[in-house]
T-cell receptor
Framework: NAGVMQNPRHLVRRRGQEARLRCSPMKGHSHVYWYRQLPEEGLKFMVY????????ESGMPKERFSAEFPKEGPSILRIQQVVRGDSAAYFCASSLSRGGTGTRNEKLFFGSGTQLSVL | DAKTTQPNSMESNEEEPVHLPCNHS???????IHWYRQLPSQGPEYVIHGLTSNVNNRMASLAIAEDRKSSTLILHRATLRDAAVYYC?????????FGGGTRLMVKP
């Protein structure tokens, strides 16, 4: 009965390289969310995906960042040409249906995160 | 977006109750209030949520003010494992927006 699985747990990249972060949601969950947490800060929403569709990417930087959630396989957060400012913990969450506050009260299940370090 | 206000940090003694306050004065009438917590080096975990009535579960209780402008998360007997950052989230639209949270320190 695995929870949300993220890998790798730690990722080290040099400036200019690409980073690929993977997230497998809980079994039966088709909604995935990505968050970024800078040191000593709260979590910032980046993107919300439902199988094969990006629903809300209002928190994604306009350049170098992309996300996908294919029909088969994990969700991928891709960061091209990484810079030192990308160093952060990246968390993925999943939910059974559309989560968040508002009239929907679905709860989110989070993974343990990927710590990205850019040298 | 509605904003929440929480104290930056609180201290508690082990085995004593802890009351973590949160102000969400601009919350709309249909928005749920969610609480999550984040233990060191881990992702957030769900604690509790509610709309108008007080709520209880195995982890905590949630007391919601009658006007819904504030709520209090209650840990009935704090343990060392409850040391974490507690986030109160309310009225942030479709996505959960995490603010700074309250860092709870539990003293043995």
């Amino acid at each position: 009965n695995a929870g949300v699985m993220q890998n790798p747990r730690h990722l080290v990249r040099r400036r200019g390289q690409e980073a690929r972060l993977r997230c497998s949601p809980m079994k039966g969950h088709s909604h995935v969310y990505w968050y970024r947490q800078l040191p000593e800060e709260g979590l910032k929403f980046m993107v919300y995906l439902q199988k094969e569709n990006i629903i809300d990417e209002s928190g994604m930087p306009k350049e170098r960042f992309s996300a996908e959630f294919p029909k088969e396989g994990p969700s991928i957060l891709r960061i091209q040409q990484v810079v030192r400012g990308d160093s952060a913990a990246y968390f993925c969450a999943s939910s059974l249906s559309r989560g968040g506050t508002g009239t929907r009260n679905e709860k989110l299940f989070f993974g343990s995160g990927t710590q990205l370090s850019v040298l | 977006d509605a904003k929440t206000t929480q104290p930056n940090s609180m201290e508690s003694n082990e085995e004593e109750p802890v009351h973590l306050p949160c102000n969400h004065s601009t919350i709309s009438g249909t928005d749920y209030i969610h609480w999550y917590r984040q233990l060191p080096s881990q992702g957030p975990e769900y604690v509790i949520h509610g709309l108008t009535s007080n709520v209880n579960n195995r982890m905590a209780s949630l007391a919601i003010a009658e006007d819904r402008k504030s709520s209090t998360l209650i840990l009935h007997r704090a343990t060392l494992r409850d040391a974490a950052v507690y986030y109160c989230i309310g009225g942030a639209g479709n996505m959960l927006t995490f603010g700074g949270g309250t860092r709870l320190m539990v003293k043995p």
